[in-house]
């Protein structure tokens, strides 16, 4: 039987333009290809075209470079090394350590060593080809445990402790030690990493990128080409897609083309063929995880402790931010009383990894859920007990081990409902049932909570500015500091600029990212989005609105305290003037009609070397429940249904919020299931194309999929209190993990803990079907 | 020297020789700057360059959603073409979406975008091909589409509703009469646009089929197997091209030059399907869709194979003969069709031959045919009920994934005195060896054997004498050899004398074909 797919949209829809549903500002242009992207602008006459000649090793000394069969190709106008670089040939966003063009040393199979610039894209690929390059080979260190043994990091090892687990394993009940892994998980987000780059007068350069972080673009480029800030735009109108990867990682490709551009004094395209792209950014960090763990006969988790090491790749790029998250979120939502973790960031010869939704904290409660789901089969447990008896309270038990208080938790009733709504104890017997009767076919179920905070780890991050303008004729203009890559931030802003000038959405209109516009600009990342460009367009509208109020007030009489401002009309005194009618009135009384507005979040504090503070502003609760189908006898496996209740706060467009918790959903169901990343023994990259990497299709959307975004206000004064929705869900589908490693686990009658690794491939599942049946498990 | 004509938008186009392996993807976006298309992957595995090719069949158009990245831009010759900008176009108001971008609007289906042109004209061709909607065929339709954002769900429910709306009076019905509408109005017929548009196609046809030199450089375009027999005699280390889901890659990923290209699908007689009386012969040029769709009338157990072969848009522009001669060791339909016994018929200048599929391969990447010699057809014998057939696929995805391993197995199990004895056996697998490959020392343990478990439990140990798989990013050798003799097993469960099981008992996706 088909059933429709099915949404349920719980928040009541409201007059005004927040809280509703309205499509994405750039919807009718997205389904009718005139949304333009970078590679979509129309190219300045004489524009050039560059591919990357890139490294074959993972670890060398560069002997010699041949490059004059390169320059002497077809179309082939200049051919650039790190010795064409005027200023500094480094884009780490935050050590020194990730050359833009490789100089005498290459770290990874994939390494940009040279760039070509030529007359099309095509005579550019081709005449990389024509390269000689001779490496003297070094020793590589291609994986975790090598780097382990070789003690290769790129930073430093992390601690936090709190209490004294050792002391306290001393007396636990029950005492289990285990290791585990799971993998990473390349972005691919549709459009690839793009830079478009133009010389100005004064030697400046004009660049449109496809970033998350036009200021750190603004920033690097200046750098590499010796020059200031002032001397760098860089525009950003939207991106197809970005999921971190075009947080840091499209710097290299801004220099490169920078760097192109002010040397020909012409405009250049540095677009990356897919494979290119994959082989040269790096991924989600893939961890493996050494634990130990004391619990009581109820399963409550008397003393922890757990190592984790995090692939960081070649270069730091932002792992110590990713591994401070993931050490902060491997409690998820459970208090830890005992507790020490050590976490360290190894360095590897591989792509240098960096930020992808959720920036550590899925591989951090990916941890801690799994040795949950250890403790309930050992004790013979319905994981989702062990779960809730070890649930942070409400007015005990609040407290981090980084030492925050939680004073929103929703976890209790948000599981409660969900557990409820989706039958999740009926089905739970139906499913005894089942497997009973099935020799070949196994189903499972699991629910899975989230907790997960909100803020840049990194204090000062917490920022944003936005302009408003005001026209005469009553339209809007609303620039801010976030960009746009899918997630509807600046459909959310228009949304609260409407409604803080009550006036139609239609009346106010989002433009392109540029840093000539609002400066000094945080990331669009760690879900922030509409936390802070959405306060600061409020500000910058709230400014104008009192200036407005005044004019208001004048003209119909009263106060100006009591105007009010809704349905494209503004009212006072009784009485009510059109809004396009009042800004003509305010112009001519020489009133300023445009505002800045700047907003940074309150009351946060955290300290790095001691990892205590108050790093989040607030944390965002969800749970979903997910059945499987698996086949014992392939490993391939079936999602059969899904329930998801999520917490976005008071939603400021319960759509986009749905649609962040779907994608999400999907997205990291992909990381945990079908995405394996392969290297070959030299370190080489394998899966580096959707034809060898797979990332979810359309038949692995569930049947049945329920969302419902949870009934709750954030308790602090975030934007219309909402609560933002980016990452968060990405951790819902350990749903789907942990139902297959039940449903794996029944083969054997529950008895052992499946050994299996994420991502849980057929192959990986079928592994773990022989190990159960062999009475093998995780240690 | 030759012209390549077709029209887009209802206008004629005429470009003069172009360099034979520019993708139509590039001329869109680079030639003409109708940027709506893009690229996501280069490789025909993304989607998000997505185009509706529409051609004269049967004196009507019919719809097909190809990958504008790999299609080189001479085959569109004599068609007309579709991209995302000729929809709203198409509307009475210039700002009038179609119902399929419309639906995508209200169901919130688009996220970052830059899949969604892709996404449109999958659905497109869906809203122009398909009278009832449902979730099977959507996913079908959208298979080779990838969304990073949405999770799908939404699609799907634009997908669903998407010919709800009504038709707009003065549209153009080419473009915005779905076929659930035209369904409905059978009686109207064809309507004046379509009929228009196959007038228009007919006047394309070259009479002594198309050639292109630049830079010595050819690309042939031959419209009968004489003239191909001739020019392949003429150019024996040209490429055949057809489809072009394989060669395109050759150009994008591999930069390499193809010097003498030679096109079939212009050319009628290899674009039959004939119900012969001993087979169901299957020409040269018939896509994988057409070529499926015939087959799985006879063969309806192969439904669950032809949904997870690659993605609807491959399985538009590409060929059943072209995976054949392509002879990949994990082309998903050559297990199938040796287990059905299919036949090659080649050709070569004036001489054909008949051979067994299984006698094509020599080893990997090399087969049977001599220089200038081609596969005409691939004749696949008609259903004998003595035989009971099932092909498994197993890969990371379900939608167009390349196969780990593809088993085929045929049955002919004795009824009577001999009742349950296995009186023959074929099995074949893809990803087990360098060429697609029977299981022969297998079959000999089989054969004249009770099938039963005891003996299915032999032949899966012996299927390590017959392969010996390579380990790569798909799957190991040692998932390879256990999985292949698992699904034997499963072959058996399916097919015992006592107590078969069901394919949804035994199978996760059962359901979906």
């Known amino acids: 039987m088909q059933k429709p797919v099915q949404k349920k949209v719980k928040n009541k829809e409201k007059s005004v333009p927040t809280g509703k549903s309205h499509a994405h500002e750039s919807a009718h242009l997205h389904v009718s290809g005139e949304a333009t992207y970078v590679d979509d602008l129309a190219e300045q006459a004489g524009t050039k075209h560059i591919a990357l000649g890139l490294s074959q090793c993972a670890c060398a000394r560069i002997k010699s470079l041949d490059l004059s069969a390169v320059k002497a190709a077809k179309g082939v106008v200049a051919v650039l090394t790190a010795s064409d670089i005027p200023g500094i040939n480094d884009c780490g966003p935050i050590i020194n350590d990730d050359p833009i063009l490789a100089d005498g040393l290459v770290q990874y199979v994939g390494q940009p060593l040279f760039a070509v610039v030529a007359t099309s894209f095509m005579a550019a690929r081709k005449a990389v080809r024509h390269a000689l390059v001779e490496y003297d080979e070094l020793p ?135 494979d290119d792209d994959m082989m040269i950014t790096g991924k989600r960090h893939g961890f493996s995880f050494d634990y130990e763990v004391g619990y009581s006969d109820e399963g409550f988790i008397q003393a922890i402790d757990i190592e984790m090491i995090a692939q960081a790749g070649f270069s730091a790029d932002l792992t110590g931010p990713v591994v401070t998250r993931a050490v902060c979120h491997f409690d998820n939502a459970y208090y830890l009383n005992n507790v020490k973790i050590v976490a360290f960031s190894a360095k590897t010869n591989t792509q240098s990894n960096t930020a992808f939704r959720g920036f550590g904290g899925p591989q951090g409660a990916f941890a801690i859920e799994t040795i949950i789901d250890n403790i309930a089969r050992k004790l013979g447990k319905d994981p989702l007990d062990i779960r809730k008896i070890n649930f942070y309270g409400k007015n005990e038990k609040n407290t981090t081990p980084y030492g925050q208080t939680i004073n929103d938790n929703v976890i209790h009733e948000l599981v409660e409902q969900i557990e409820q709504s989706s039958d999740y104890q009926k089905r739970k017997i139906a499913i005894k049932n089942f497997n009973h009767d099935n020799l070949i076919l196994r189903k499972g179920i699991a629910l899975t909570p989230v907790k997960f905070g909100i803020s840049f780890n990194v204090v000062h991050f917490n920022q944003a500015g936005a302009l408003v303008h005001v026209y005469t004729d009553g339209t809007i203009l609303v620039n801010h500091g976030g960009t746009e890559m899918g997630q509807g931030l600046h459909t959310k802003v228009s949304q609260i600029v409407a409604r803080e000038l009550g006036v139609s959405l239609s009346a106010v209109r989002a433009t392109a990212n540029d840093t000539s516009k609002v400066a000094n600009t945080s990331a669009t990342a760690a879900s922030t989005g509409t936390d802070l460009n959405g306060k600061a367009a409020q500000i910058a509208a709230r400014t104008i609105r009192h200036r407005l109020a005044v004019v208001a007030a004048t003209s119909l009489g009263g106060d100006p305290n009591n105007v009010t401002f809704e349905n494209d009309h503004v009212f006072s005194n009784n009485k009510d003037i059109s809004f396009i009618a009042l800004v003509d009135l305010a112009y001519r009384a020489s009133v300023q009609l445009w505002a800045d507005g700047f907003y940074k979040t309150p009351d946060l504090h955290w300290n790095q070397q001691t990892m205590q503070g108050r790093p989040f502003y607030y944390f965002a609760y969800g749970a979903a429940v997910s059945e499987v189908i698996v086949d014992t006898l392939t490993g391939e496996w079936k999602l059969l249904r899904t329930d998801i209740l999520h917490d976005a706060g008071n939603s400021i467009n319960p759509a986009i919020d749905i649609g962040q918790i779907e994608g999400g959903f999907i997205q990291g169901m992909g990381w945990l299931t079908s995405e394996e990343l392969c290297w070959d023994p030299k370190g080489r990259l394998t899966t580096h194309a959707p034809s060898t990497y797979k990332i979810p299709t359309i038949t692995d959307c569930p049947d049945a999929f329920y969302s419902e975004l949870f009934d709750n206000q954030n308790i602090e004064d975030t934007i219309m209190r909402s609560k933002a929705v980016g990452e968060p869900p990405l951790l819902l589908p350990f749903s789907v993990f942990f139902a297959i490693r039940s449903a794996i686990a029944s083969v054997a009658k529950n008895r052992f803990n499946p050994p299996l690794r994420a991502p849980a491939t057929p192959e990986a599942i079928l592994d773990a079907v022989q190990a159960v049946r062999e009475g093998r498990e995780v240690l | 020297m030759g012209c390549v004509r077709f029209f887009l938008d209802g206008e004629f186009f005429e470009v003069e020789n172009p360099d034979p392996t520019r993708t139509v993807l590039q001329y869109l976006r680079e030639d003409l700057h109708r940027v709506g298309s893009k690229e996501g992957c280069a490789e025909g595995d993304c989607g998000a360059c997505t185009v509706v090719v529409g051609t004269l069949v049967d004196d009507r158009i019919q719809f097909r959603a190809i990958n504008a990245c790999i299609q080189f831009l001479p085959t569109l010759d004599g068609n007309m073409l579709f991209t995302v900008e000729s929809l709203k176009t198409a509307g009475l108001k210039s700002n009038q979406l179609h119902p399929v971008q419309q639906s995508l609007v209200d169901c919130h289906g688009s996220q970052c975008g830059f899949c969604t042109p892709g996404f449109v004209m999958s659905m497109f061709a869906l809203y122009k091909t398909n009278p009832c909607i449902d979730r099977l065929s959507i996913d079908d339709a959208l298979s080779g589409n990838l969304c990073r954002c949405t999770g799908y769900r939404p699609i799907i429910d634009a997908c669903l509703s998407m010919t709800n709306y009504p038709t707009p009076e003065g549209s153009n019905p080419l473009i915005f009469e779905s076929a659930r509408h035209q369904k409905i109005n059978s009686n109207c017929g064809i309507n004046d646009q379509e009929q228009l548009a196959v007038e228009q196609l007919r006047k394309l046809k070259h009479s002594d089929g198309l050639t292109i030199k630049v830079d010595q450089r050819l690309y042939h375009a031959p419209n009968s197997v004489n003239q191909l027999a001739q020019i392949y005699t003429d150019y024996p280390h040209g490429h055949i091209l057809a489809g072009g889901t394989d060669i395109g890659l050759w150009v994008t990923k591999q930069l390499r030059q193809l010097d003498d290209l030679i096109y079939i699908k212009h050319i009628d007689e290899l674009n039959q399907i004939e119900q012969t009386p001993l087979f169901i012969k299957i020409g040269a040029a018939v896509t994988l869709t057409d070529a499926f769709g015939a087959l799985s009338k006879q063969y309806p157990e192969l439904r669950p194979l032809f949904r997870r072969f690659s993605s609807a848009p491959v399985r538009n522009a590409g060929t059943l003969v072209g995976n054949i001669a392509n002879g990949s060791p994990i082309g998903d339909s050559m297990p199938a069709l040796i287990c059905m016994d299919a036949k090659v018929l080649l050709r070569q200048g004036h001489q054909s031959r008949e051979i067994e599929l299984q006698d094509f391969y020599i080893d990997y990447q090399q087969n049977v045919l001599q220089a200038g010699e081609f596969i005409e057809a691939v004749l696949v014998p008609h259903k004998d009920r003595v035989w009971q057939l099932r092909s498994y696929k197993l890969s990371k995805r379900f939608d167009q994934d390349i196969s780990a391993v593809c088993a085929s197995f045929s049955i002919h199990l004795e009824k009577g005195e001999e009742h349950g004895k296995i009186a023959n056996i074929r099995i074949a697998f893809g990803g087990m060896a360098g060429i697609p490959k029977r299981a022969k020392q297998t079959e000999a343990i089989l054969k004249d054997q009770l099938w039963n478990e005891g003996i299915v439990h032999k032949a899966m140990s012996a299927l390590s004498q017959d392969f010996t798989p390579l380990s790569d990013m798909r799957a190991s050798q040692n998932y390879r050899q256990q999985t292949a003799a698992n699904l034997l097993y499963r072959f058996y469960l399916e097919t015992r004398q006592n107590d078969p099981m069901t394919c949804d008992q035994l199978d996760v996706f059962a359901g979906q074909g």
Not at chain 1, 165 to 174: F, G, I, L, Q
Not at chain 1, 219 to 238: D, K, S
Not at chain 1, 249 to 263: E, G
Request: charged fraction near 20%.
């Open chain 1, 140 to 274: 590589a260190v291609l994986d975790i445990a090598s780097a382990k043994r070789e003690q290769s990091w790129v930073i430093p090892p992390m601690q936090l402790q709190r209490g004294n687990p050792a002391k306290a394993m001393e007396s636990v009940t029950h005492k289990m030690r285990g290791e585990f892994s799971v993998g990473g998980q390349e972005q691919f987000y549709l459009e690839g990493q793009i830079s478009y780059a133009a010389p100005s007068e004064d030697g400046c350069i004009r660049l449109w990128c496809s970033t998350q972080h036009p200021t750190e673009m603004q920033h690097v480029v200046a750098h590499t080409l010796g020059i200031n800030f002032n001397q760098v735009v860089v525009e950003m109108r939207r991106m197809g897609g970005g999921f971190g990867g075009k947080e840091s990682q499209s710097a290299i490709f801004a220099c490169i083309a920078s760097v192109a551009a002010q040397k020909l004094n012409c405009a250049v395209k540095l677009r990356l063929d897919r």
